[in-house]
């Protein structure tokens, strides 16, 4: 299943590249920003039955626009993402979350439905690169702790997660004109993790929605 989503994806995004080649001309712009949001993200496949937990996201992003229709973002940032669960025991039952820290670097084309205006809608998709830097539990109401912290099998937290997570990110973007060169964004993505999280040969993904604004301004042509 998740083979075919990525060959779909894949397709998807380079049909997407090609119209970009094809209507392209000579106008570019380069624009620059800083971003904050919040992610709302959960396990799926084997661990489908995780609640959604929200983390931090914050970083920058850089766009490439062309003919003012077109446009190739790219963006860098700390990701917070994870799961809340149950352990369940006879008689007893354990909630639990987990926080999976990211560098994520979404790399999306996006297409633009005006050329001009204060308000320009986009929708956007792409491949999403994650780089695990550190992991936490927490259990009940108990703060987050180190997993060799909390389990003396454990050594660190590389020896439950993988450090990269590949996934396909698509979304809505809102940019709102405040001034010379100078826009307001606000992007919705999900994103659908295409790669196993965990190791021990468990079937498990990252599924996230995240929220977040910033301000781009345009460094030139």
Known sequence: MKKQFLKISVLSLFAMILSVSVFAQSDRVWSIG???GVNFSKWGSDADD???KTGL???????YSIQNTYGFTAKVLFSQ??????????GDDTDVKAQLNYIEIPITARVFFNREGTIRPNVFLGPSFGFLTGAKV?????DYENYEDIDDNIDSYKDVYNTFDLGIAAGLGLNIKVGEEMYFIIDARYTYGLTDIAKGGSDVNNQAVAVSAGLSFGIGN
């Open 81 to 90: 993402k994870g799961a809340a669960y149950t352990l369940s025991a006879p």
């Open 50 to 52: 995780s609640d959604y």
């Open 138 to 142: 927490k259990v009940e109401d108990g």
């Open 34 to 36: 800083p971003e904050v």
């Open 57 to 63: 996201l914050a970083g920058a992003f850089v766009t």
